[in-house]
T-cell receptor, first 121, second 107 residues
Framework: GAVVSQHPSRVICKSGTSVKIECRSL??????MFWYRQFPKQSLMLMAT?????????EQGVEKDKFLINHASLTLSTLTVTSAHPEDSSFYIC?????????????????FGAGTRLSVL | LAKTTQPISMDSYEGQEVNITCSHN???????ITWYQQFPSQGPRFIIQ???TKVTNEVASLFIPADRKSSTLSLPRVSLSDTAVYYC????????FGTGTRLTIIP
């Protein structure tokens, strides 16, 4: 399947600082990437859709000024958690859509990064 | 976005075949069915995708009835390393993840 790299895998920061997470598609180009958040023992929640060359589309309840998304190239999307607070501590996961591995005539598949564990003290 | 319903948890012994069923009553015509496996502190890993009937790859089979309101992931001869959470998100562009099924393989 397609490979999506996410960095860093873990970050610990003080309250009030900003944290940037990178998501790269390594062997394919992705015009669309997605950002999810997952709290312990819970499912993935879609935060936003990142579109190359245009503004991201945020899900209801997600603050766009707090979670800044930039998709400057076909292989890179970044999520910046601005002025992070302890309640922002979570597991953040990105994905990118690719036709690799899809059935004939099927939909592009979302391939996920390994995730970033953010802990805000 | 279509919602899905799965059993919260399942247990199985090593070497057995495991079938996990997902209900998606309001699946749209252009939605495909995709199954993912997630280990703790990792991103979901793609397992298999289908639209209708049966799809098989090197790790699993996916059975989808004609009405497409449900799907069953079949894992042949499971091992301890198959202990994970399994999701069946439905969608066209965006995916909605349900609660998933926590599968525990017993030695």
């Amino acid at each position: 399947g397609a490979v999506v790299s996410q960095h860093p895998s873990r970050v610990i920061c003080k309250s009030g600082t900003s944290v940037k997470i990178e998501c790269r598609s390594l062997d394919f180009q992705a015009t669309t990437m997605f950002w999810y958040r997952q709290f312990p023992k819970q499912s993935l929640m879609l935060m936003a859709t990142s579109n190359e060359g245009s503004k991201a589309t945020y899900e209801q309840g997600v603050e766009k000024d707090k979670f800044l998304i930039n998709h400057a190239s076909l292989t890179l999307s970044t999520l910046t958690v601005t002025s992070a607070h302890p309640e922002d501590s979570s597991f953040y996961i990105c994905s990118a859509r690719s036709a690799i591995g899809s059935v004939a005539g099927g939909k592009n598949i979302q391939y996920f990064g390994a995730g970033t564990r953010l802990s805000v003290l | 976005l279509a919602k899905t319903t799965q059993p919260i948890s399942m247990d199985s012994y090593e070497g057995q075949e495991v079938n996990i069923t997902c209900s998606h009553n309001n699946i749209a015509t252009n939605d495909y069915i995709t199954w993912y496996q997630q280990f703790p502190s990792q991103g979901p890993r793609f397992i298999i995708q289908g639209y209708k009937t049966k799809v098989t790859n090197e790790v699993a089979s996916l059975f989808i009835p004609a009405d497409r309101k449900s799907s069953t992931l079949s894992l042949p001869r499971v091992s301890l390393s198959d202990t994970a959470v399994y999701y069946c998100p439905i969608g066209n562009e965006k995916l909605t993840f349900g609660t998933g099924t926590r599968l525990t393989i017993i030695p």
